[in-house]
């Protein structure tokens, strides 16, 4: 039974893929999308009453269980909201039914890739379905046949093969670690085993290994200056597809990290994973505020807040000590649930306005009061200001690290600032004023996106002790 | 283990790298995928004598794949597209080569520093294999940077992937690695689709920015 | 009791949705801002008993919310009772003023929601006991405030004026961020008891000063990050003007001496000295840049730097003599800041409702279109002239006795042993004498250019008084100014165990000295009677008129002016706002200012009229937020680059990290 | 009983100020005539002038509001009250305590604001200059004559004026530096608050340079009349206030017998005869001022009163 639980969240998007893809008929592939989300969210609800045993290949801890509830829901508020998009996109010809089955079924097999990497336990495991998801979100980036999208995805593509490149070097070199200690053979790539005996390892060796990991899945991470592939990708594809790389892709590539990280921090002689994080995370902090001033492109400037926020968790976790770790988690929590959200309402605007540029949009809060509120609380969120959730977690990150490293927090607040800055000052464009240009209807679903904003709003004000606890044990874990 | 197999591994993992150099040198098309070819074959070869050595029977599968897959189809299916895309006879403007060597011969060196440095655990055969592996990883990147053209920037990124299939094998007794190295051919599948179906030439790459703001969502 | 106060709040947050549902309705304003007002007073009514009480256990509370393994943690003492006071007073009168005020709204829909939650907010900043809940409230009362200073979207000056104000709150909520994450370390434990109990190092406690100094000092508008001040306050609609000049300052206020008379520990001598000389000068710098102004709202939010900075020199006192262990003097200094927390939210709400009505009769805040008022709106002329001379520490009103307490602990200053503190003291002085005069000059601008003389244009000449509720609300606070005023020894005494908890001493006791005068340390070296004053003044001032009236004549008749013989029936020859300061700017604005007149002659013969321009600059915006704009625009369009980079480019960006990383690594 | 005779003394006092003021007046004015070589108006000149304009009609212009109205007698009643207040012929009146020095000067304060407000309320050109001076004039003067407060509450250690006044008349005064820059202060503080020569003209109209004149121009009967007697009546305060502070000698101590009350009438009216007699003759001597320079010397007053102050701040005896 319970191994079913675990087997189920891999098969139902599995199954319902292909189902998907052979579909003759493209009108109800939307809703089998959403079903099929649905199932293997509530069978993920169940790991909390269960926890099957994880085996060499799958395992279910503290650390992923709540991620993979994170990802099967945003994964079926995504599908809901997409539901509503792609219908849009057909009616006004976009899409062809072709291609919207296409859609689906990639979008299935990206939630399989996602889940898989989740809950592998198999390092090797873990990049190959980190690299799947990457080639099916390529796909998807690439749909709409544009030029900038195809230029967008093309670019997405090539970084993404050096990072994963990268990341399997990464790989290797810690069953090269591990091989000496453990001995040949799968054991030596079963992340358990690792943790339990990394402190034998060689710490040189597994340096250089996390040199390359953080370069190979800080690609995926999109942090500075490995990030270019991200404003573009989630500029130009489908909004549907921006959320899900906002909210989920990233995160996967950082557990990921986190993963390995964990090995590192097992073993007491090694130095780098600490330094390495903090300068990235603070360089992307710094890198993504300044970039937010001069877009023109709402889901660009969105995407360039993805990789501030991933340089404050990276930041976190580089830091490291049981508060800034449980920052850490948190904030990753929180920002997948918040960026989705405000991709869901930037969807519906783009698809309100006819248009994704800032200056062409404006007065939304005249026009379209529920989206243009939904969205500013969404801002109002992504920028940390409370009584939201991602203001529990900055707070959490700075005032633990000021007494330690002034310096590096100071700096930290600074990019924060500069961020609260420039997005407030492009979303002001966007809210207030006149009205601007045409405001088509919509019949948009809502829900998604408040059900996601109510979410982050409940965890600013009160977190289940159920979650805490699960983050506290890993936070100690992770060093 | 100072023995004839060491001494042939070693042999043909410094022959990879030496093609990696000779793909650094080569300037038109055609040479860089012949060189390309020659790449394939050597890495062929060596995970053949990995499979032998390790007595690792399924390393055969990986070796198989890299000699029909990467050293024949890949290659011809190329020839075809620079064909067709007609950039065959086209003499790159990279960087100078003379620079080039310069930097690879660098980065052989800093590959070397860094694993012989950290290795001394590991046994010889794989801290030189990883050494090597390093070196051809780097050189396959330093081509990716230095080529202007996108088939040339895609044989760069196929020569980074064999370094890590070479490493992949030379690390003794790693499991999945046939997995990893279909994974990859089904990747480099795709990126030659891609540059087959969109037409993809250095039209994305090229520095010209009139030419660039085109293609891009946001103009500045 | 603290469960009640939470209860109210509640309510108050609670409203908020109502008010979005109900923002479509007539009715709906009126709903809200009663609502507002009756929990206002129920939260007046706990607070005033936990703090007259003088039995009165302090109330502490812990909800399992905010942080899990900390929770909430709420209390009320001595002074978060006197400020939870401070906060409803101020809410309930402007809740009661809304009731009138609130009807002439364009957009309900996006002043209601924001207002019981502001309410709100504010009211758990005063309450919060531990380092999260506190600044959770406290950013949230920035977001709720600049949700209404936006309110009025459409004009394009509102939003930038609420994108400034958003930044310089933020920024200051980082400062306090930083400032308890030093004080509460990297173990976590934000509740206000640990703290208190931990003694931080000389080092580190100085950064704390300096970061709280920054972060409630951006909040209350010190110079020189008053910057977003006189844009935001004027921008809110009036009684949220009122709110945020009157009563939100007074919480940056309240955090400034939660931290830094509270939680830091015994204070070292030289941080008054830092604390002063930022304090007189805002003081002075606000009531001249409020001299400069032509709107009105503007001119009574740069006198709210003025008061603000009056408290802080109060304050600043406090901590010298604290520092000294002279806590007899330091309780007067103390006194008097909080005293003047009173009165200037008192007489400042009192005066931007006076200014909202204006705005109301003659949708005009530019001075130069108004005048003649006192005929059109007597009663709120009325209110506003006792606000008038209140705000200009005048006898017998409540502003005059803050200041004169606060000169006395001047005067007491002599004692203190440090040199520093014995030079910059009486400079200290000198400008706190300035600013008071130049507030009255700065008033009589204010209240004779827009009530006095002719209506300078037609609305202004058709204005119609203001409603019920408003009029109610003026001149109720008029009254107060005037009470605080003459019996300031009730409120003295109310504030002593204030006093005796933060500074470690209290004021004597003043209840029982005859005729109520106020002595603040010997009857010998000090004292002052406002009620004898006030009855003095009265009596001889009536005494003359009935001798006149009875003994002389009461005729009189009407006549056009005279003026010297030249009348001249054409409004335009009055006096205008920058007319009236124009010697004050020929005496300070040159060097203050860089004021230039640049005045343009038509040559010989031509007709055209002669034009004199008055070229002024804002030297602290053009040293310090010019730079930072100009900066940040240079920096982000040099790095924009990086987004239109090719391919082969990011392909190196990437490889030259992996080498950089790797040689690292080895070496 | 004392509580009668304080009573008296202090009923006294107000009416002694009140008689004396338009006295001063004539007397000063006399002074400077006889130094012109003019025979100059009688002595009792000023209290005909006010009788007649009290019995005059008041005419007021026909915007004027009811502040024009009231601003006379509030200003009349708080310049009567702070003379009032200030010791004359004898210390420790029953009222001086409800108000030390500093309130003194901010009653004056409030009358100069409402006559501020006086010129503002019609509406007219002249008007506005004069409050638009006036509040200038003001803006540095009582900065000035605050911190000369400071350091003269500090040499006698309270702001409490017979406090001062009885330190002053005791020996343990010495001779500070501070005391004499503080008088230097208080002296030109008195000239402009007075609106004398050099800072403004009492005697003329119509000139460009005109401060308190132009304020008033459109106050006519009893109106003008209680405006004229306040600014006697402050010209009284001032000496009064530089005699108890400077020049103690004579004043009947609280409580003190009759004869004694006596003397102190006596030598109070010796000194403001002394200072009438001074301030004539400076006004005679000097000439008016620019008004741009005005705030150069009370600038001057000011920076002295600070030097004072400072001075008592860095060491107690100087």
């Known amino acids: 039974m319970t191994v079913d639980a675990l087997a189920a969240i891999l098969l139902i998007p599995a199954v319902s893929a292909a189902i998907l893809a052979l579909m003759p008929d493209y009108r109800p592939t939307a809703a089998i999308n959403v079903a099929a989300s649905l199932f293997t969210f509530l069978t993920a609800l169940s790991l909390f009453v269960i926890r099957p045993v994880s085996g060499p290949y799958l395992l279910v ?81 690439g749909m709409y046949r544009t030029h900038e999208a195809l230029e967008a995805a093309w670019k997405y593509f090539i970084l993404g093969s050096v990072g994963i490149a990268l990341a399997l070097f990464g790989t290797i070199l810690v069953y090269m670690a591990a091989r000496p200690v453990i001995g040949e053979g799968l054991d030596a790539m079963v992340w358990t085993v690792l943790v339990k005996r ?102 660009r400037m969105f995407a360039y807040s993805s990789i501030e926020h991933m340089g404050i968790i990276v930041f976190a976790f580089g830091m490291g000590g049981p508060l800034a770790n449980l920052a850490g988690l948190l904030h990753m929590t929180m920002h997948s649930l918040t960026k989705s959200a405000i991709f869901f309402a930037v969807g519906h605007i783009a698809q309100v306005k006819g248009t994704q540029k800032i200056d062409d949009i404006g007065g939304l809060t005249v026009t379209n009061p529920v989206l243009g509120w939904g969205l500013m609380l969404g801002v109002v969120a992504i920028v940390g200001l409370p009584p939201l959730g991602i203001f529990m977690s900055e707070f959490l990150v700075i005032s633990s690290t000021f007494a330690r490293a002034p310096w590096l927090a100071a700096i930290l607040v600074l990019g924060i600032l500069i961020a609260l800055g420039g997005l407030f000052m492009r979303t002001n464009v966007v809210m207030f004023g006149e009205p601007k240009g045409i405001t088509k209807p919509t019949e948009a679903s809502y829900v998604p996106m408040f059900a996601h904003l109510a979410l982050v709003c409940m965890a600013g004000i009160y977190l289940p002790p159920a979650l805490v606890s699960g983050f506290t044990s890993v936070a100690r874990l992770l060093g | ?150 088939v040339s920037q895609v044989v760069g990124f196929m020569s980074l992937e064999n370094g890590l299939v070479l490493a992949a094998t030379g690390a003794k007794g790693m499991p999945l690695v046939v997995e990893i190295s279909v994974a990859f051919s089904v990747l480099i599948a795709f990126i030659v689709i891609g540059i087959f179906l969109f037409r993809i030439r250095e039209r994305f790459d090229s520095v010209d920015l009139q030419a660039l703001d085109r293609f891009r969502g946001e103009r500045r | 009791m603290i469960t009640a106060a939470l209860v109210c709040v509640a309510v108050l947050l609670a409203l908020a949705p109502v008010a979005i549902a109900l923002a479509a309705q007539m009715r709906g304003s009126a709903i809200i801002y009663s609502a507002s007002l009756l929990a206002c007073l129920a939260l007046l009514v706990i607070a005033l008993f936990a703090l007259l009480d003088p039995a009165h256990p302090i109330l502490s509370t812990t909800l399992p919310v905010g942080l899990p393994w900390l929770g909430a943690h709420f209390r009320i003492d001595a002074l978060a009772a006197f400020f939870l006071a401070i906060v409803n007073f101020g809410g309930a009168a402007a809740s009661l003023f809304a009731l009138g005020y609130g009807r002439h709204e364009s957009a309900p829909g996006r002043v209601l929601p924001f207002y019981p939650a502001y309410l709100a907010a504010m009211n758990l900043v005063v309450l919060a006991d531990d380092a999260f809940t506190f600044l959770v409230a406290w950013e949230f009362m920035s977001l709720t405030s600049w949700a209404l200073v936006v309110s009025h979207h459409r ?105 830094v008379f509270d939680l830091l520990g015994p204070p070292e001598w030289w941080w008054s000295m830092v604390v002063l000389a930022i304090a007189a000068p805002s003081a002075t710098l606000g009531v001249l840049y409020a001299l400069m102004q032509r709107d009105i709202k503007r001119v009574l939010a740069y006198s709210t730097i003025e008061n603000i900075g009056i408290i802080f020199v109060g304050l600043g006192l406090a901590l010298a003599f604290k520092a000294q262990a002279m806590d007899w003097i330091a309780a007067l200094a103390f006194t008097a800041a909080l005293f003047h927390v009173l009165n200037h939210a008192t007489f400042k709400s009192l005066l931007f409702f006076g200014a909202g009505c204006v705005l109301n009769a003659t949708g005009e805040r530019d001075m130069e279109k108004l005048g003649g008022l006192i005929h059109r709106m007597p009663q709120t002329a009325f209110a506003v002239l006792i606000g008038c001379v209140a705000i200009s520490a005048l006898p017998p009103f409540n502003g005059f006795v803050s200041e004169w307490l606060t000169f006395q602990a001047i005067l007491l200053s002599p004692e203190l042993p440090s040199w520093g503190l014995k030079l910059i003291i009486p400079a ?148 205008t706002a920058s007319g009236f300061s124009q010697p004050i700017r020929r005496v300070f604005g040159t060097t203050i200012f860089a004021a230039r007149e640049i005045g343009e002659m038509p040559p010989p013969g031509s007709p055209a009229p002669a034009r004199l321009v008055v070229d002024m600059h804002d030297l602290i915006w053009d040293a310090l937020y010019a730079p930072i704009a100009k900066a940040t625009g240079f920096v982000t369009e040099r790095i924009n680059v990086l987004q239109f980079l090719t391919i082969r480019r990011y392909l190196t960006l990437v490889f030259v990290t992996l080498i950089v990383l790797l040689v690292v690594l080895t070496i | 009983m004392s509580m009668i005779r304080d009573l008296m003394s202090q009923g006294g006092d107000m009416l002694l100020v009140l008689t004396l003021a338009p006295l001063l007046t004539g007397f000063v004015r006399k002074i400077k005539a006889r130094l012109l070589r003019r025979q100059g108006p009688p002595l009792l000149q000023p209290y005909r002038d006010l009788l007649r304009l009290m019995r005059k009609d008041v005419v007021l212009a026909e915007n004027a509001s009811w502040l024009f109205r009231a601003i006379p007698y509030i200003i009349f009643a708080s310049t009567w009250v702070a003379a009032s207040l200030v010791p004359t012929f004898g210390t420790g009146l029953l009222f001086s305590w409800s108000a030390d020095l500093i309130v003194i000067t901010a009653l004056l304060g409030s009358a100069r604001f409402f006559l501020a407000l006086g010129g503002l309320d019609v509406g007219t050109a002249f008007g506005g200059i004069g409050s638009s001076r006036e509040v200038m004039i003001a803006s540095l003067a009582e900065p000035a004559m605050l911190i000369m407060v400071f350091a003269v509450a500090m040499i006698a250690g309270s702001t409490q004026l017979s406090t001062i006044a009885e330190f002053m008349g005791s020996s343990a005064v010495g001779l500070p530096v501070s005391l004499g820059l503080a008088l230097v202060a208080l002296i030109i503080v008195a000239i402009a608050e007075n609106g004398r020569i050099p800072v403004d003209n009492p005697g003329t109209h119509l000139e460009l340079t005109m401060v308190h004149e132009a304020m008033v121009l459109e106050y006519s009967g009893r109106h003008l009349a209680l405006i004229d007697l306040s600014s006697q009546l402050k010209l009284v305060l001032y000496i009064s206030m530089i005699a108890s502070i400077f020049m103690p000698w004579g004043t009947a101590a609280p409580q003190a017998a009759v004869h004694s009350l006596a003397l102190g009438a006596a030598a109070y009216v010796v000194k403001l005869a002394v200072c009438g007699v001074a301030l004539a003759v400076f006004e005679t001597a000097i000439a008016k001022m620019r008004v741009f320079r005005i705030p150069q010397f009370l600038g001057a007053a000011l920076m002295l009163a600070l030097l004072a102050t400072l001075l008592r701040f860095v060491s107690g005896s100087l």
């Open chain 1, 198 to 299: 990394a402190s034998a390892f060689d710490p040189a060796l597994l340096n250089v290994a996390f040199v390359f990991l953080l370069l190979g899945y800080g690609t995926k991470v999109g942090l500075a200056p490995l990030h270019a592939w991200l404003p573009d990708a989630h500029a130009e594809g489908p909004t549907p597809i921006s959320a899900v790389l906002s909210g989920l892709l990233l995160n996967v590539a950082l557990y990921a990290l986190l993963r390995f990280k964990m090995i590192l921090a097992a073993s007491t002689a090694t130095i780098a994973p600490g330094p390495l994080m903090v300068v990235m995370g603070l360089i992307s902090v710094i890198f993504a505020s300044l970039m937010l001033y001069r877009r023109r492109d709402i889901k």
């Open chain 3, 155 to 259: 004009e394009s000056e509102n939003i930038r004026a609420g994108f400034v104000y958003l930044l310089m709150a933020s920024f200051g909520t980082l400062a306090l961020l930083l400032a308890f994450g030093m004080l509460a370390g990297s173990g976590g434990h934000y509740d206000f008891a640990t703290i208190r109990a931990a003694h931080p190092a000389a080092v580190l406690s100085t950064t704390v000063l300096l970061l709280a100094l920054i972060g409630a000092g951006s909040k209350a508008g010190l110079v020189p990050l008053h910057a977003w001040l006189p844009l935001a306050h004027p921008a809110a609609p009036s009684h949220v003007s009122g709110l945020m000049s009157g009563v939100m300052t007074k919480v940056a206020i309240y955090g400034f001496v939660r931290i």
């Open chain 3, 428 to 575: 200290v002085g000198g400008l706190l004498a300035l600013a008071a005069a130049l507030a009255a000059a700065c008033f009589v601008k204010l209240f004779g250019i827009v009530f006095l003389g002719r209506a300078r244009n037609a609305v202004a000449s058709t204005a119609r008084e203001a409603d019920g509720f408003s009029r109610a609300t003026l001149l109720g606070l008029a009254a107060l100014c005037l009470v605080a005023g003459i019996f300031p020894g009730l409120f003295i005494d109310a504030l002593a165990p204030v006093a005796k908890a933060m500074v470690g001493n209290s004021m004597p006791h003043q209840a029982g000295l005859q005729w109520l005068t106020i002595v603040p340390i010997a009857k010998s070296r000090s004292s002052y009677n406002g009620l004898l004053l006030f009855a003095f003044v009265l009596l001889s001032g009536s005494i003359a008129a009935l001798a006149i009236h009875r003994l002389a004549s009461d005729r009189f008749r009407r006549a056009p002016f005279w003026d010297c013989g030249l009348p001249d029936a054409s409004p335009a020859i009055q006096y």
């Open chain 2, 1 to 150: 283990m100072h023995g004839i197999e060491f001494d042939v591994a070693h042999m043909l993992a410094g022959t990879l790298v030496l093609a990696s150099f000779m793909m650094l040198y080569q300037d038109r098309l055609p040479a860089l995928l012949n060189v390309y070819a020659l790449h394939a074959l050597v890495l062929a070869l060596s995970v053949a004598w990995q499979a032998f050595i390790q007595d690792a029977p399924h390393l055969y599968v990986t070796a198989f794949i890299a000699l029909t897959f990467k050293a024949i189809i890949i290659p011809v299916s190329l020839h075809r597209i620079i064909v067709r895309l007609g950039i065959h006879r086209e003499i790159e403007t990279a960087v100078s080569v003379g620079l080039t060597m310069l930097a690879g011969i660098g980065l052989v060196a800093l590959s070397m520093v860094v694993m012989l440095r950290i290795t001394p655990g590991a046994d010889a055969l794989a801290r030189e294999d990883l050494a090597f592996a390093l070196s051809v990883v780097l050189l396959g990147l330093l081509i990716m940077v230095t080529r202007r053209n996108a």
């Open chain 1, 61 to 141: 801890d503290d650390l992923n269980k709540v991620f993979i509830v994170l990802t099967t829901f945003i994964g079926f508020t995504t599908s809901v909201f997409s539901a509503s998009y792609i219908g849009h996109e057909i009616a006004v010809g976009r899409l062809t039914p072709a291609f919207v089955r296409f859609y689906h079924a990639m979008y299935q097999t990206l939630m399989f890739a996602l889940n898989l990497a989740l809950v592998a336990n198999n390092i090797g495991l873990m990049w190959v379905a980190v690299e799947v998801a990457t080639l099916t979100t390529v796909l998807m980036v």
